[in-house]
């Protein structure tokens, strides 16, 4: 037989990335309780229909699709809002809003495998759905941010757009909805000539051909000017007009309530899900061009999975790519900080000893291990060593005899007799 790999885009996480991802994990479970949104945890396996109809193209098209063993068209899911949205639109539909719902797990995406970009990947996601208001757009872009600075991230910022404004500019001239996604997959790409000459194509105005070439163009950090700029370019788009307003008024609430966020609006910013009516983002961090989270307002899906009409709004965290980005900025050590020790026995006649100790220190909150393997001490100290354990307590006769232990600092090699009460102390020093 031959030598078993992992599947292409599927990675194994060995301990120390493990450790890592569960960190990542927990400060956005923290998060999620710090802003008050509860966790529901669905399916893996949803239906093929739920999950595509507002997906877009580029998500759809790289959905792990199958027919269950009873013939029904299937896929892994692709994000949770779908789920979500579902919940809302069907069990939860007579609970008072709005809700605040969290989840976590795992997202399958045939994407082409490199950095930061798997088949198999985490996200922490969020969603406030049941309010129109711009002061759940703006907390949704603050939880983003806290959570970012929980995991570690120091230098991040956020790209903001509004679907609104490109919409109304289409609505107004009439353009298919079918037009109106193609050219939106294309600006999500980038591919700004190739959605322009789709915009002609489909017979808008030479008016809104010049709108939107300077629309695409603009952009900037200083969000409330170029915001401005915007509601000046699409005068005469009603539609537009108000997006433009609904945008200002959700960044002047973001500013107002002191929340320094690093920001970019760019007028020209799609996303490549279908179902977005209002604020779109991303976050970055400058030394890696993958975002890592995205979201905004969807006001439509629940309605559209037959649920109460119910605005909503949301984001997704990649926890890969935020974990990626943690061990870029090396801000790690806070991971780091609790102390790792190994305790050996000098004899056998000691191991009670010994566990005694490592009860007592973890107790306390220290993480130990205890030699189990019964080696001499210099080949237990040589593992300690290749581990990178920080300290090795050695429990030895004489010593005990004193109500002491020999305490080894792994790194400086130095070591010190030191009494068992006082063992804290040392480590922590
Ligand atoms: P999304 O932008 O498609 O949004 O994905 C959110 C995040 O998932 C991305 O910013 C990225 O960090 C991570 N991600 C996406 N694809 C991959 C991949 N192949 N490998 C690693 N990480 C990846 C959504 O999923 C929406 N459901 C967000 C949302 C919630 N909008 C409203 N509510």
């Known amino acids: 037989m031959s030598e078993f790999q992992t599947v292409r885009g599927m990675r194994d996480f060995l301990p120390e990335e493990a450790k890592m991802m ?15 949104y509860k966790e529901i945890i669905t399916p893996v396996v949803e239906s093929y229909e739920l999950l595509s109809a507002k997906a877009g193209e580029e998500v759809r098209s790289r959905m792990f699709v199958f027919k269950d063993l009873g013939g029904r068209d299937v896929a892994l899911r692709p994000e ?20 605040r719902l969290f989840c976590i797990g795992s997202i399958y995406r045939y994407d082409e495998p490199q950095r930061g970009r798997y088949r198999e990947f985490w996200q922490s996601n969020y969603e406030l759905m049941g309010s129109s208001k711009p002061e759940a757009d703006a907390e949704i872009l603050m939880l983003t941010n806290s959570l970012m600075r929980e995991a570690g991230l120091r230098k991040f910022a956020f790209k903001v757009g509004h679907v609104g404004v490109l919409r109304g500019l289409f609505n107004q ?40 070439r300077e629309l695409v163009e603009l952009k ?47 007028a020209g910013f799609a996303r490549g899900l279908e179902y977005y009516t209002g604020i779109i983002f991303e976050v970055y961090v400058l030394d890696m061009d993958i975002a890592l989270g995205g979201g905004g307002r969807y006001d439509r899906l ?47 006649e000691l191991r009670a000893e010994a566990l005694k100790v490592s009860q007592m220190l973890r107790d306390a909150g220290i993480s130990v291990e205890v030699e189990v393997m019964g080696r001499k001490m210099a080949k237990a100290l040589e593992d300690a060593d290749r581990r990178k354990m920080n300290f090795a307590i050695i429990v030895g006769e004489r010593e005990l005899k004193e109500g002491a232990i020999v305490i080894r600092n792994l790194a400086t090699r130095e070591q010190s007799t030191v009494k068992i009460e006082k063992i804290l102390d040392a480590i922590k020093d």
């Open 22 to 36: 569960r960190y990542i994990e927990a400060q956005a479970r923290r998060v999620a309780e710090l802003y008050g």
């Open 80 to 99: 949770f809002t779908a789920s979500v949205a579902r919940l809302v639109a069907t069990t939860l539909r007579n609970e008072p809003r709005p809700f």
């Open 173 to 212: 001239e009439k353009l298919e909805d079918k037009v109106q996604s193609a050219i939106m997959q294309l600006m999500d790409k980038k591919q700004y000539d190739e959605a322009l000459k789709l915009v002609e194509d489909a017979g808008a105005s030479e008016k809104c051909m010049t709108t939107l």
């Open 220 to 266: 900037g950090s200083n969000v409330l000017v170029i915001v401005d700029k915007i509601e000046e370019l699409v005068k005469g788009y009603e539609k537009s007009v108000e997006a433009a307003k609904n945008l200002r008024e959700i960044l002047e609430l973001v500013s107002k309530s002191g929340f320094k966020i690093d920001m970019t609006v760019e």
């Open 302 to 348: 629940i309605e559209l999975f037959g649920g109460e009409p119910t605005p909503a709004v949301g984001v997704a965290h990649g926890i890969d790519r935020i974990m990626l980005a943690v061990q870029t900025q090396k801000s790690m050590q806070e991971i780091g900080r609790g102390k790792k020790v190994v305790v050996i026995p000098i004899k056998e």
